[in-house]
């Protein structure tokens, strides 16, 4: 009789035991949060779009890191970052977890300013900082750069008369391409008038397109714009001009 109640008893413990387990597992499967969704946010101050939604998830799902169902527990936010990073057009990335079991993303698009055609066959483009991008096809209108331009000469000279047109309203629309000679002489080829802007070197370039400016005003507007060959503010207070022939 004793056994049959230790035997009874035993069966209740187990059973007990089995019944506890399951709910605790289920509550520890409840406690695991998933992630259901990202949220990107891209800052492009050109407004190219150049990096969308699409290309952002599919550059995490290709490294393994894509979050979308992940236990929010196991996701690494830093890792995200710096997996971002490595794309040749994302400047910067920040990545952190919001209610509502989502990932946040700030993103911060390189801006390439010129796009460059040198004599050695090669294109590529230059960003606002300086940096070299060899992301190709960039469906943006871009100031193009022909001529004997390395690497170094666009990161420095080229990007300072890149930028100093880029301040200006009006020489933003009126140059058409950047050219460099074999001497190093940067030329400017115009969209309106039949004629070259020379520059000579980048040294003291916002002083000489102020001077290119003026003489547009005074002097182009009144003789004619297709009157000259070539206009030169290469040297300091000088306006040298070559009459066609």
Known sequence: MMKRILLILSLFLLVGYI????????????????CQGVDLNIVDSLHFDLID????LSLLQEHSVDPIGMPLDAINVETIENILVTHPLVGSAQCYKTGGNRIR???????????????????????SHG??????SLAVQLPVATGYIDRRFAADDLLKVVHAIDCSEFWKAQVEQIDVTKEGEIRLVPRVGDHLLIL?????????LERLMNFYHNGLDNIGWNSYRSVSVAYENQVVCKKRK
């Open 19 to 34: 019944a506890f387990s399951a709910i605790a597992m289920t509550d520890r499967h409840e406690d695991v949060r998933l």
């Open 53 to 56: 939604e699409d290309m952002i």
């Open 105 to 127: 993303i700030n993103l911060s698009s390189k801006v390439p300013l010129v796009r460059v055609l040198n004599n050695r066959g090669q294109d590529f483009y230059v960003d």
């Open 131 to 136: 940096e070299i991008l060899t992301q190709h």
């Open 200 to 208: 000579g070197t980048a040294d003291n370039v916002e002083d000489k």
